[in-house]
């Protein structure tokens, strides 16, 4: 449950986390089945996760709290925290039909009428060029699971919902039938964590100093410093011209990414990052030696996995 573990961390307010523990185990229903994209939640901080396909799971919570797990079909069920490391869940079959909860009590989570976004039938649009249209401006080709976190830190969550996130505008949309859709009020949440088809999660947070009109990634969290990747995407026309002899551009339009990186010390403000080693030393020129160590430990491709894993050494 490595893969969990990091993502799962909600460090989306100002808590003490000295006192939280790794929860991990296992859901399933009544018949032994595991139950995958099971929600779950601390009952009394904004920690949560979903279970991976295999219905297991892992996440930081308080020993004192309890967990609450729901899934499409299953009631919610609150789960006392005595075996941390092999909970088993078992949630009983719904009656009724599908459950339709919104975790964190109102739902102004949710937009009103005029940010509705009628006949969205494909994330992926076809493009006006000849050929069609590369890239997205959506952050994933289809619908995923995953919920808020609001400025007050409370979880908005329902069981009926799927969300992507438009890149282009900054928005996070939700949808019950995946033809309508609907855009979230900005000013009803702080940050949000989208989990992809097999259950690995996105954290991003709302950071005005780096980027005031959208969201912005967690990387690698922790208690000295923070680094994040701000998804910057533009679309292109196709723009495909030839003489006869000589061509230039495109002959498709594209939704082309180029992504900043950025790391923020306890307490300071946001410094660019480039993926070089000779950028990465002068982001982390406070501890020359810790650096040195992970470069002499890390060899490869500085790609996103090398950040942060470099986020997790340098928290240590």
């Given at each position: 449950m490595k893969k969990l573990f990091f993502l799962a961390l909600i460090v989306l307010s100002k808590i003490t986390?000295?006192?939280?523990?790794?929860?991990?185990?296992?859901?399933?229903?009544?018949?032994?089945?595991?139950?995958?994209?099971a929600f779950i939640s601390d009952s009394q901080h904004p920690y949560a996760t979903y279970t991976d396909m295999n219905g297991q799971?892992?996440?930081?919570?308080?020993?004192a709290s309890n967990l609450l797990v729901s899934a499409n079909f299953h009631p919610e069920t609150k789960v006392k925290i005595d075996k941390p490391t092999?909970?088993?869940?078992?949630?009983?079959?719904?009656?009724s039909g599908q459950v339709t909860n919104v975790k964190g009590g109102s739902n102004s989570f949710f937009a009103p009428d005029e940010n509705r976004i009628d006949h969205i039938s494909s994330i992926?649009?076809?493009?006006?060029?000849?050929?069609?249209?590369?890239?997205?401006?959506?952050?994933?080709?289809?619908?995923?699971?995953?919920?808020?976190?609001?400025?007050?830190?409370?979880?908005?969550?329902?069981?009926?919902?799927l969300f992507n996130y438009d890149k282009v505008?900054?928005?996070?949309?939700?949808?019950?039938?995946?033809?309508?859709?609907?855009?979230?009020?900005?000013?009803?949440?702080?940050?949000?964590?989208?989990?992809d088809e097999n259950a690995m999660p996105m954290i991003f947070e709302e950071v005005p100093d780096i980027d005031a009109k959208h969201y912005v990634q967690v990387l690698a969290s922790g208690p000295k410093y923070k680094i994040y990747k701000n998804l910057n995407t533009e679309f292109i026309k196709a723009n495909f011209v030839t003489n006869g002899i000589t061509s230039s551009g495109n002959s498709y339009?594209?939704?082309?990414?180029e992504n900043t990186y950025y790391v923020v010390k306890a307490g300071g403000q946001p410094q660019k990052m480039d993926p070089k080693s000779k950028s990465i030393k002068a982001a982390f020129a406070a501890e020359p030696d810790k650096i040195k160590k992970f470069f002499a430990d890390n060899e490869g491709d500085i790609d996103e996995n090398y950040?942060?894993?470099?986020?997790?050494f340098m928290n240590k």
């Open positions: 986390f000295g006192q939280n523990i790794e929860v991990s185990g296992i859901v399933t229903d009544q018949k032994g089945a595991p139950i995958p994209f799971f892992s996440l930081m919570a308080d020993p092999e909970m088993k869940i078992v949630l009983a079959d719904e009656t992926n649009r076809v493009g006006a060029g000849e050929g069609g249209l590369h890239g997205s401006r959506y952050l994933f080709n289809d619908w995923v699971h995953g919920f808020a976190i609001t400025p007050k830190d409370s979880i908005k969550q329902s069981n009926v919902y505008a900054g928005n996070l949309m939700f949808t019950r039938n995946k033809s309508t859709a609907m855009l979230v009020v900005k000013d009803e949440i702080k940050g949000f964590t989208l989990f339009d594209e939704y082309k990414d950040i942060k894993a470099l986020g997790e």
